[in-house]
């Protein structure tokens, strides 16, 4: 068994059997202290290595004088984790110094859109990259360590809110911006606090009041059918399902179960997968779409019948712009959009009777909170059930 020797108080070293150093065995250095009632038993290091008995007092004393003023570390790992985090620290200062003049525009080529284009989704990434291209290319040639509130108000927050966008958009964007500082952050390139969490953003309550009649919804639909039959077949999936949009277009021929009339939502905003029945309509739509197709093909093609991941057509918006859906009509929250067909959806339901909790459901809302918005259009059942108190009571 080899034996611990000591070397000076709280110093000790145990010698290796066949390594050397120079003519002598090779040591082991070792610290042995009690702090706090507990005894630590910490390496240094081998003496081949650079570790030695003044290297030992070195260490031991600070650590003492440490012990003496309750200051800076404690135990010789505490010092050396101290050491490390400095050694970090000096490191990324020097990888912010090197990138110090990388701009918005080089670090998004290089390292942020091709990040987010391997690890995101395609519509995210599309998303992001709109947004870039259309309200953060002010901030392109600046670089990193110059972008401050300063700039993000003047040349992002401006211009979004003079064309009198929803504070949405401005969120949007400035969420995009967000992410790209953080990922230079873990890059070395920039450093501090996120710029965009100074930012003071307005408040405005953008969700959208306007839903279809059932005379409207028949009018808008037929003029859909009579311009596209694939815009026409998505508007009533959505408008009769309550599917978002991008759930919709998402949608495979794997998805949908014709035999039992289900619709499988996969992959959705809020990660909750949810099972849908089909309508007759919709049953009769899907039937006369299907031609023997994979189940792995899309269910919604674009015009050349490849997958349609861009979106709803632009034929939507000038249908309803031919209509006069929005005519006279100023406020976004009240205007006809592709959107308002899923809001129509809860509408209909809450207004024929159907609980919240289940429109909560049909919609993959992540809380009942976000239903509840629909909840005035329920007069008659709140009526009804204050109604069965009738008669309890006799007045006094």
Same mark, same amino acid.
């Given at each position: 068994?080899?034996?611990?020797?000591?070397?000076?108080?709280?110093?000790?070293?145990?010698?290796?059997?066949?390594?050397?150093?120079?003519?002598?065995?090779?040591?082991?250095?070792?610290?042995?202290?009690?702090?706090?009632?507990?005894?630590?038993?910490?390496?240094?290091?081998?003496?081949?290595? /650079?570790?030695?008995?003044?290297?030992? !007092?070195?260490?031991?004393?600070?650590?003492?004088?440490?012990?003496?003023?309750?200051?800076?570390?404690?135990?010789?790992?505490?010092?050396?984790?101290? /050491? !490390? +985090?400095?050694?970090?620290? !000096?490191?990324?200062?020097?990888?912010?110094?090197?990138?110090?003049?990388?701009?918005?525009?080089?670090?998004?080529?290089?390292?942020?859109?091709?990040?987010?284009?391997?690890?995101?989704?395609?519509?995210?990434?599309?998303?992001?990259?709109?947004?870039?291209?259309?309200?953060?290319?002010?901030?392109?040639?600046?670089?990193?360590?110059?972008?401050?509130?300063? #700039?993000?108000?003047?040349?992002?927050?401006?211009?979004?809110? +003079?064309?009198?966008?929803?504070?949405?958009?401005?969120?949007?964007?400035?969420?995009?911006?967000?992410?790209?500082?953080?990922?230079?952050?873990?890059?070395?390139?920039?450093?501090? #606090?996120?710029?965009?969490?100074?930012?003071?953003?307005?408040?405005?309550?953008?969700?959208?009041?306007?839903?279809?009649?059932?005379?409207?919804?028949?009018?808008?639909?037929? +003029?859909?059918?009579?311009?596209?039959?694939?815009?026409?077949?998505?508007?009533?999936?959505?408008?009769?399902?309550?599917?978002?949009?991008?759930?919709?277009?998402?949608?495979?021929?794997?998805?949908?179960?014709?035999?039992?009339?289900?619709?499988?939502?996969?992959?959705?905003?809020?990660?909750?997968?949810?099972?849908?029945?089909?309508?007759? !309509?919709?049953?009769?739509?899907?039937?006369?779409?299907?031609?023997?197709?994979?189940?792995?093909?899309?269910?919604?093609?674009?015009?050349?019948?490849?997958?349609?991941?861009?979106?709803?057509?632009?034929?939507?918006?000038?249908?309803?712009?031919?209509? /006069?859906?929005?005519?006279?009509?100023?406020?976004?929250?009240?205007?006809?959009?592709?959107?308002?067909?899923?809001?129509?959806?809860?509408?209909?339901?809450?207004?024929?009777?159907?609980?919240?909790?289940?429109?909560?459901?049909?919609?993959?809302?992540?809380?009942?909170?976000?239903?509840?918005?629909?909840?005035?259009?329920?007069?008659?059942?709140?009526?009804? +059930?204050?109604?069965?108190?009738?008669?309890?009571?006799?007045?006094?």
């Amino acid at each position: 068994m080899i034996k611990w020797i000591s070397a000076g108080r709280g110093i000790r070293y145990k010698e290796h059997e066949t390594r050397r150093h120079g003519k002598r065995p090779d040591r082991y250095w070792c610290l042995q202290f009690k702090l706090n009632g507990r005894t630590y038993n910490e390496a240094v290091g081998w003496w081949s290595l /650079g570790a030695n008995q003044a290297e030992c !007092e070195r260490l031991l004393a600070k650590l003492r004088e440490n012990w003496r003023t309750g200051q800076g570390p404690q135990t010789l790992r505490e010092m050396r984790a101290e /050491g !490390e +985090a400095a050694r970090a620290a !000096e490191k990324r200062r020097q990888e912010i110094k090197a990138h110090g003049d990388m701009t918005l525009a080089d670090f998004w080529e290089t390292k942020y859109y091709p990040q987010a284009a391997m690890h995101k989704a395609a519509n995210s990434v599309r998303t992001e990259r709109l947004f870039y291209e259309k309200w953060l290319r002010p901030l392109a040639h600046l670089p990193l360590k110059d972008i401050g509130r300063e #700039q993000i108000e003047i040349l992002v927050m401006r211009p979004i809110l +003079a064309k009198g966008l929803s504070p949405r958009t401005l969120e949007y964007a400035l969420a995009t911006l967000s992410q790209v500082w953080n990922l230079a952050v873990e890059y070395g390139i920039a450093a501090g #606090q996120n710029p965009v969490s100074r930012i003071k953003k307005p408040r405005k309550d953008n969700k959208r009041v306007r839903f279809l009649t059932e005379a409207e919804a028949d009018q808008l639909l037929a +003029a859909l059918k009579a311009r596209s039959p694939e815009v026409h077949d998505l508007a009533l999936l959505t408008l009769l399902t309550g599917l978002r949009p991008k759930e919709a277009l998402a949608l495979t021929w794997a998805d949908v179960d014709l035999a039992t009339g289900s619709i499988f939502v996969k992959d959705t905003k809020n990660r909750k997968n949810r099972h849908l029945n089909m309508t007759s !309509e919709i049953s009769t739509m899907f039937q006369s779409r299907y031609s023997g197709q994979p189940g792995r093909a899309s269910v919604f093609v674009t015009t050349k019948g490849e997958e349609n991941s861009w979106g709803v057509s632009s034929t939507f918006s000038r249908t309803v712009a031919d209509l /006069g859906l929005n005519e006279g009509i100023s406020d976004p929250r009240q205007k006809v959009v592709f959107y308002t067909l899923r809001h129509t959806f809860a509408s209909w339901l809450v207004q024929k009777g159907v609980p919240l909790y289940n429109v909560s459901q049909l919609m993959g809302h992540s809380d009942l909170q976000m239903t509840k918005r629909y909840a005035h259009l329920a007069p008659e059942n709140q009526k009804a +059930a204050i109604m069965v108190l009738e008669g309890v009571v006799t007045p006094g």
